[in-house]
């Protein structure tokens, strides 16, 4: 099993940057694909990036792709997502996920609590 807790979320204007860190308890963190999702209120729960094990092979929704970076640190346990250029449409809570890889939220199946992302225009 592995638990996640995500960190780095806050309030940016459009046009800034956040890094997003999730953090994995457990000796298998290395053993699972990583997903960033994200979810506004009143939609469903998007796909924004996810990583393989080894972190080699990185897939990115189009929405965000060219302006957000997933990478990972297995010998820290630790995942981020480096977004630059944000947009109001960023707004969301933002979950990382651990499974396997792939763009579809079943494909997790643990995930950590959220960090509030918040873009003004």
């Known amino acids: 099993q592995v638990q996640l807790v995500e960190s780095g979320g806050g309030a940016v204007q459009a046009g800034g940057s956040l890094r997003l860190s999730c953090d994995a308890s457990?000796?298998?963190?290395?053993?699972?694909?990583m997903g960033w999702f994200r979810q506004a209120p009143g939609k469903d729960r998007d796909f924004v990036a996810t990583?393989?094990?080894?972190?080699?092979?990185?897939y990115y929704a189009d929405s965000v792709k060219g302006r957000f970076t997933i990478s990972r640190d297995n010998a820290q346990n630790t995942m981020y997502l480096q977004m630059n250029m944000l947009k109001p449409e960023a707004t969301a809570v933002y979950y990382c996920?651990?499974?396997?890889?792939?763009?579809?939220?079943?494909?997790?199946?643990?995930w950590g609590q959220g960090t509030q992302v918040t873009v003004s225009s």
């Open positions: 996920a651990a499974g396997r890889y792939g763009t579809e939220w079943s494909n997790y199946g643990y």
């Open positions: 457990g000796r298998m963190f290395s053993s699972y694909a």
């Open positions: 990583i393989s094990r080894t972190g080699d092979i990185t």
